[in-house]
């Protein structure tokens, strides 16, 4: 059998997804994108260059590589066009090798105009949405009115969802002085790019259902994390995808014998943007000094990312719903400066431990980190290629991570660039 791979995020988002995928294109055929939308941001350092992906799959950098865009994917067009002119600024040549489903519903400006009034009204209860559309894009999908890529190629039929839009989003575009809220602009706009994207529509199921037999190598490139799933997540602090093992199956079209190996994504420590829960989070001088060390600030908002010690709670919930079989750890180096490191391993609330994540996930809220520490190595592992180059200390972190877990490393980032990576 084929040994496809999912590619997982295993915590909040922002786990590095972007660089291991990029790293394990090498060894595929195929790279499809299963969810989520432009509020993604996946970074891919080659030697000096640095490419900031939010559509389209991570492994378009690769020249000989074939790239789909699946029906659980929101595009957005207007950002999907804006990375095509960054490929081709680059020198990157995308055709005959990117293609998208004509399933995937598209999220248009009045989505985030939409998104940006909402989360306005929730006021204190805000979600900390990326403010790109994705939630109302989602809804109107669920809904049955959402626009879908191949709407755009029927101008009738575009006109008249649009127009039932603009009814059922009255109170949001009636009187609206905001150029989002103009639905002739954007049916305009549309029609423009249509000849953008015919060539690349395709039946993405299909597509892969034929590579496969042909034996074809498919890698499958998630979103965010799976604690972000609408399903499986801290909802209602969450995406509004499935960004777990089961969107692979629902956003490409593919049957379940067709996803061979689950790679995890995690990283060394913990992260999160927006609001929800975070037991692990650190408000405090360590929580500041791995937050400048990591350059953790959001690749799509520019928000700083909220930062944490390691929460293997968390992870034994996201290795155990996704099926994960090997994890792939990135920015082990931004933990080199330190003289400790803690790591959550179980929980506890009201006088109770817990060593899975409760099933009231709103609880997350309440409960208190029980910390097992470890000893820092306090050595630069910057650029380390090598497992047995890494200090012992770091050995041994990575190694008390996998035994509670059950699972094997794959991969382990000692640095932002491709090159700096221990494969092992």
């Known amino acids: 059998m084929n040994k496809h791979k999912a590619v997982i995020g295993c915590q909040w988002g922002d786990e590095g997804k972007g660089k291991i995928v990029d790293l394990l294109a090498a060894g595929a055929d195929i790279i499809a994108r299963f969810q989520g939308g432009a509020n993604a941001g996946h970074t891919i350092r080659v030697g000096d260059k640095k490419y900031v992906l939010h559509l389209i799959p991570s492994g378009i950098i690769h020249p000989d590589k074939i790239c789909f865009i699946g029906n659980g994917v929101v595009l957005d067009p207007f950002t999907f066009k804006e990375e095509l002119q960054l490929l081709e600024n680059e020198g990157i040549d995308y055709q005959g090798r990117l293609f998208i489903s004509p399933a995937t519903n598209l999220v248009l400006p009045y989505h985030k ?9 929730r006021g204190t209860t805000s979600i900390g949405t990326t403010m790109r559309g994705i939630g109302p894009a989602y809804i109107d999908k669920v809904a049955r009115h959402g626009i879908r890529l191949v709407d755009i ?22 009187g609206s002085t905001d150029e989002r809220a103009d639905l002739e602009r954007t049916f305009n706009d549309l029609q423009a790019m249509a000849p953008m994207f015919r060539p690349m529509m395709v039946d993405v199921s299909r597509r892969l259902y034929e590579a496969n037999k042909e034996g074809k190598v498919i890698l499958y490139e998630g979103a965010q994390g799976c604690m972000l799933d609408v ?7 969450a995406t509004s995808s499935n960004t777990t093992v089961g969107g692979v199956l629902t956003g490409l079209g593919v049957g379940p014998k067709m996803v061979g190996e689950v790679v995890g994504v995690i990283k060394a420590y913990t992260t999160r943007v927006g609001s929800g829960p975070f037991p692990t989070e650190l408000v405090d001088d360590i929580g500041e000094k791995i937050r400048l060390l990591g350059d953790e600030y959001g690749a799509t908002t520019g ?10 709670v968390a992870l034994r919930h996201a290795v155990r719903i996704n099926g994960v079989d090997s994890i792939a750890v990135t920015k082990l180096d931004v933990l080199d400066e330190l003289a400790e490191i803690k790591v959550c391993v179980a929980y506890k609330l009201n006088g109770d431990i817990f060593s899975e994540v409760p099933l009231d996930l709103a609880e997350l809220s309440h409960v208190q980190p029980i910390y097992k520490t470890l000893p820092g190595w306090q050595a630069d592992t910057t650029g380390t290629t090598e497992f047995g180059n890494l200090p012992q200390k770091a050995r041994d972190y990575l190694k008390f ?24």
């Not at 105009?113 to 009204?121: F, K, P, Q, T, Y």
């Not at 991969?411 to 092992?424: F, H, K, N, P």
């Open 113 to 121: 105009l939409i998104d940006a009034v909402d989360e306005g009204n």
């Open 153 to 174: 190629f029927n101008p009738e039929r575009l006109r008249r969802r649009l127009e039932f839009n603009r009814t059922m989003k009255a109170r949001y575009l009636d």
């Open 231 to 237: 399903d499986l997540g801290t909802y209602p602090f």
């Open 303 to 312: 928000r700083p990312r909220r930062c944490g010690w390691l929460d293997l």
């Open 401 to 424: 991570i996998c035994e509670d877990l059950g699972v094997s490393i794959c991969l382990v980032s000692t640095g932002a660039r491709r090159e700096e990576t221990i494969r092992i």
